[in-house]
Nanobody, 124 residues
C-alpha cells in the first residue's frame, strides 16, 4: 500500500521560503510520477508541480514557475517542493500525489495516491 506523508508547511511572511517534503513508502517508485497540488478554501485543487521519479522531466504551473522547484532524493524516497518568493496567494493546503503511467501530470484525477496535506500560510 503506497503511503505519502507531507511535512514542512507553516506560516511565513510574503517573500519568504519554505521547503515541503513528501516521504513515500510501500512501493517501488522508479516508474512513478510525483506531483504537488494545492487547494485553497472554496477553490478547486490545482496543479503546482510534477516530475518523473527516475527522469528529469519537470512540470510547473505558470503561477509558480521560477519560484518553486520540485526535486527528489531516491535514497530517502522523498520528494521536495522548494518554495521561494512566496506570495499570499500561495496560501493553501499542499498535497503530494503519486501514480504510475501518468499521462496527464497536471490533472488531479491522474493520481490514485495522495498524502494528507500540509498547510502553507503566507502573510502579507
Amino acid at each position: 500500500q503506497v503511503q505519502l506523508v507531507e511535512s514542512g508547511g507553516g506560516l511565513v511572511q510574503a517573500g519568504g521560503s519554505l521547503r515541503l517534503s513528501c516521504a513515500a513508502s510501500g512501493g517501488t517508485f522508479s516508474s512513478y510520477v510525483m506531483g504537488w497540488f494545492r487547494q485553497a478554501p472554496g477553490k478547486e485543487r490545482e496543479f503546482v508541480a510534477a516530475r518523473g521519479w527516475s527522469d528529469t522531466n519537470t512540470y510547473y504551473a505558470d503561477s509558480v514557475k521560477g519560484r518553486f522547484t520540485i526535486s527528489g532524493d531516491h535514497a530517502k524516497n522523498t520528494v521536495y517542493l522548494q518554495m521561494n518568493s512566496l506570495k499570499p496567494e500561495d496560501t493553501a493546503v499542499y498535497y503530494c500525489a503519486a501514480d504510475q503511467l501518468v499521462v496527464k501530470p497536471r490533472v488531479p484525477t491522474s493520481y490514485d495516491y495522495w498524502g494528507q496535506g500540509t498547510q502553507v500560510t503566507v502573510s502579507s
